[in-house]
C-alpha cells in the first residue's frame, strides 16, 4: 500500500522560513511528477509548485522566489522550502504524487494528509 507522509508544518512569524517535507512508501515502481497544494480557510485547493521525475518545476505567481520544491528521487522524497513567508501563505500543505505501483499496471495520483502552515505574529 502506497502512503505519502508529509511533515515540517508550524507556526512562523511573517518573513521566517519552513521547510517541508513529503515522503513516499510503500510497493513503488515509479514515481513521476509530484507537487504541493495549499487549502486555505474559504477558499479552493490550489497547485503551489510541481515538479517532474527529471527536475522541471512550476510555481504558482504569488510564491515565485520564495518557495522552492525539490525532489530526491533516491528517498522518493519532495521538499518545499519556504522563504520570507506572509500570512497570506496560511493553509494546509497538501503534497501529490503521480506514481506506479509494483502490482498496479497504471499510474494514479495520491494525496498526503496534509500539513498546517500558519503565518502570524
Known amino acids: 500500500q502506497v502512503q505519502l507522509v508529509e511533515s515540517g508544518g508550524g507556526l512562523v512569524q511573517p518573513g521566517g522560513s519552513l521547510r517541508l517535507s513529503c515522503a513516499a512508501s510503500g510497493s513503488i515502481f515509479n514515481i513521476y511528477a509530484m507537487g504541493w497544494y495549499r487549502q486555505a480557510p474559504g477558499k479552493q485547493r490550489e497547485l503551489v509548485a510541481a515538479?517532474?521525475?527529471?527536475?522541471?518545476?512550476n510555481y504558482a505567481d504569488s510564491v515565485k522566489g520564495r518557495l522552492t520544491i525539490s525532489r530526491d528521487n533516491a528517498k522518493n522524497t519532495m521538499y518545499l522550502q519556504m522563504n520570507s513567508l506572509k500570512p497570506e501563505d496560511t493553509a494546509v500543505y497538501y503534497c501529490?504524487?503521480?506514481?506506479?505501483?509494483?502490482?498496479?499496471?497504471?499510474?494514479?495520483?495520491?494525496w498526503g494528509q496534509g500539513t498546517q502552515v500558519t503565518v502570524s505574529s
Open positions: 501529490n504524487a503521480n506514481l506506479r505501483g509494483v502490482i498496479a499496471g497504471r499510474s494514479y495520483d495520491y
Open positions: 515538479i517532474t521525475s527529471g527536475g522541471s518545476t
